[in-house]
């Protein structure tokens, strides 16, 4: 497709489950990153990938949390464990470069209950 | 650390009065900063970018470094621009390009 793609685009799972949300960014974006996004806030930053690392995992609130991006395309978050206040939407945007901006996903809303 | 202020949840103007959407920044280095905007049950979307001086759909942004400020205008409001609108910096690190976005503006266009 022409735009990043993320699924599923709804989640909802219950408490103490193991989630994985997957992201297909732009074809030939390098940058890739993962934002949590809450009722009323911004888009708080997760983790940035420069092609198959992270180059910037500041964000991720702990450690049930964690991304991988095997093959410098498609990205994987998975949580583990989940609580109920992981519940928010999880966007992905790809890259080409910083000075370009992000494209973005239309995100993937995660509910614990 | 890079931070990004936007100090205004709600911003409500009529329609054909001015807006400028306030958007302050905190990086050492030399930041590029993004507009992007929310229209209703659509996706995030970039707007403009500081390093392309554009105008896209009647809005500007200029990048003042001794502000630390990158705030967004439109002389004269349209209803369609009624959306939620955020200011991003991205700040080069040792690791790359770290994009980090404000909380965001309201901005409400009334007939």
């Known amino acids: 497709g022409a735009g990043v793609s993320q699924t599923p685009s709804n989640k909802v799972t219950e408490k103490g489950k193991y989630v994985e949300l997957r992201c297909d960014p732009i074809s030939g974006h390098t940058a890739l990153y993962w934002y949590r996004q809450s009722l009323g806030q911004g888009p708080e930053f997760l983790i940035y990938?420069?092609?198959?690392?992270?180059?910037?995992d500041s964000g991720l609130p702990n450690d049930r949390f964690f991304a991988v991006r095997p093959e410098g395309s498609v990205s994987t978050l998975k949580i583990q464990r989940t609580e109920r206040g992981d519940s928010a939407v999880y966007l992905c945007?790809?890259?080409?470069?910083?000075?370009?901006?992000?494209?973005f996903g239309q995100g993937t809303r995660l509910t614990v209950v | 650390a890079q931070r990004v202020t936007q100090p205004e949840k709600l911003l409500s103007v009529f329609k054909g009065a001015p807006v400028e959407l306030k958007c302050n920044y905190s990086?050492?280095?030399?930041?590029?900063l993004f507009w992007y905007v929310q229209y209703s049950r659509q996706r995030l979307q970039l707007l403009l970018r500081?390093?392309s001086r554009e105008s896209i759909k009647g809005f500007t942004a200029d990048l003042n470094k001794g502000e630390t400020s990158f705030h967004l205008k439109k002389p004269f409001a349209q209803e369609e621009d009624s959306a939620m609108y955020y200011c991003a910096l991205s700040g080069r690190t040792q690791n790359g390009n770290k994009l980090v976005f404000g909380a965001g503006t309201i901005l409400r266009v009334k007939s």
């Open positions: 990938f420069q092609g198959t690392g992270a180059a910037d």
């Open positions: 945007a790809s890259s080409l470069g910083g000075g370009l901006g992000a494209f």
């Open positions: 990086y050492s280095g030399s930041p590029e």
């Open positions: 500081h390093i």
